[in-house]
């Protein structure tokens, strides 16, 4: 599982935060290089519904340093995203296969 670096960020006046109370991940992808640098990839869906993908660099990856970026979604964006993750949320499902609900609310 990939290593979640707490962070918490206000991007155009929205809180996102990557804390287990306050998101669900979706799905992620460790080790990969994003912008040149080695990065683990995550999805998450915050307690308000909104997606935002968060790229850290823990310190276990060459060059670590524990950063986080956060980078807001749509809908759109985080489809896309998901379908590249390598481990993703319908994996625990039991009996079936079908992509996560994209168009489902968490409730705060």
Not at 54 to 83: C, H, M, T, W, Y
């Amino acid at each position: 599982m990939a290593l979640i670096i707490d962070t918490e960020k206000v991007i155009d006046e929205i809180r996102y935060n990557t804390g287990e109370e306050h998101s669900r991940l979706l799905g992620y992808t460790e080790a990969v290089m994003i912008d040149g640098l080695m990065s683990d990839n995550l999805l998450f869906q915050g307690n308000n519904g909104r997606f935002f993908r968060s790229i850290q660099r823990p310190k276990r990856l060459k060059n670590g340093d524990d950063s986080v970026r956060i980078q807001p979604l749509n809908k759109e964006e985080a489809q896309r995203i998901f379908k590249d993750l390598a481990v993703y949320k319908r994996f625990e499902v039991e009996g079936g296969t079908d992509i996560f609900d994209f168009d489902e609310v968490i409730k705060a």
